[in-house]
């Protein structure tokens, strides 16, 4: 079998809850050594109980060792650590790696070539830098807020933690980038992101609407804020998304409806014109969708080139065929839960997979093997145990 992409790095993660995490499980399922550092009580609670279902999703393919990072000897294992690693992912608070000894300047002194990234909720300095993150605090301050739900309801969240999630993603983007630098230097470097700087980048064109054109985005709802008509449509039994979007599109979606008067309309013809119009179109279009069934809908619209979907509830979307082709889980055995299915990656390699090789550890289930591997001797490790350094 070919050998994972990343099998040559080791990755030191000090990370919790999701952010962190989401950026080491991306290393970690192609092929990274990571090695989880957890206080001697383990992280239960610090991103759900260990044994449910997002710690476990979060936390596969790593390995766990225990380590008291307050006390001296704790450090000491840390920097032996560090020696030997390629990475360190951390998102404490700004200021608490400092106070802990495992800032940048600190460990690079003892690797010059590691690579170190931190994900904060506002960054690493500036007049935020010392509030604590949440993502919901960077969906409302980063604008995501004001353009999710129906207008005049008020701000809305969206269903998942997407800052979180989108400053995990970017940080392990960084990291691979410093990697690859690091070929060109041989010099690690300090790799930064944070949960508002990725909320609003996300934002992409609803930003850009600003930046460039001086445009307030609002609350849309459903509705595609810009390709018109593009939303939820009600059926003879219960809903699909229809994304029409272009004078091509429209065109077919009315022909495919038996309403090409509908095209032909003054009120419709135009992209300017649906936009104007746009809730007196959708109630003509939904007045011919509810006669006839979502599946109907969606195999006469996809047949016809209209983009057209089911809206699924969650066990639904793992009981699609094309979900099950696009091989979006693995399962894994674990030797409390049993067999464990977790959500994989949607990003294929023509030569290379990712694998999900063990599930998320007990805390400090590799502690012993690990300390074997820096030097550390039986009698030694005891020690660091009875004195509750691990």
């Not at 079998?1 to 399922?29: E, H, N, S, Y």
């Amino acid at each position: 079998m070919t050998q994972a992409p990343l099998a040559r790095f080791k990755v030191i993660d000090l990370t919790r809850v999701r952010a962190g995490p989401t950026a080491v499980r991306q290393l970690a399922d192609w092929g990274a050594d990571v090695i989880k550092i957890e206080s001697p009580d383990g992280d239960a609670g610090l991103g759900g109980e260990r044994h449910g279902p997002d710690f476990q999703n979060l936390h596969r393919n790593k390995r766990s060792l225990t380590l008291n990072l307050k006390s001296p000897q704790g450090v000491e294992v840390m920097h032996r650590l560090v020696a030997q690693a390629d990475v360190v992912v951390e998102n404490y608070r700004p200021d608490v790696k400092f106070r802990l000894g495992v800032d940048y300047d600190s460990l690079s002194a003892i690797n010059p070539r590691l690579v170190y990234a931190s994900i904060s909720g506002f960054g690493q300095d500036g007049p935020y830098r010392d509030r604590p993150g949440f993502d919901q605090i960077a969906q409302g301050m980063g604008g995501l807020m004001s353009i999710t739900g129906e207008p005049g309801h008020g701000p809305m969240r969206v269903g998942i933690p997407v800052a979180d999630l989108t400053a995990g993603i970017f940080a392990a983007m960084g990291i691979l980038i410093a990697l690859l630098e690091r070929e060109q230097s041989g010099q690690g470097q300090w790799v930064k992101s944070s949960l508002l700087g990725a909320q609003i980048s996300m934002l992409d064109f609803q930003a850009a609407r600003w930046t460039i054109a001086n445009d307030v985005p609002g609350q849309a709802g459903n509705n595609h804020p810009t390709s018109i008509p593009t939303g939820v449509f009600a059926t003879a039994d219960g809903h699909i998304n229809i994304a029409a979007a272009g004078d091509d599109i429209y065109r077919r979606l009315c022909r495919s409806l038996g309403a090409d008067h509908l095209a032909a309309d003054p009120l419709y013809a135009t992209a300017s014109a649906r936009s104007a119009n746009r809730d007196a179109l959708n109630e003509q279009i939904a007045a011919v969708t509810r006669a006839k069934t979502s599946a109907e809908w969606i195999e006469t619209l996809n047949k016809a080139g209209v983009p057209s979907g089911p809206i699924y509830q969650m066990n639904e979307v793992f009981a699609d065929p094309q979900v099950k082709h696009l091989g979006m889980t693995r399962t894994v055995p674990h030797p409390v839960l049993g067999d464990v299915e977790v959500i994989g990656q949607p990003i294929e390699l023509s030569r290379t997979p990712w694998t999900i090789h063990s599930a998320t550890p007990e805390a400090g289930e590799h502690t012993d093997p690990i300390l074997t591997e820096l030097g550390y001797s039986t009698a030694e490790i005891a020690k660091l145990r009875h004195g509750k350094v691990i």
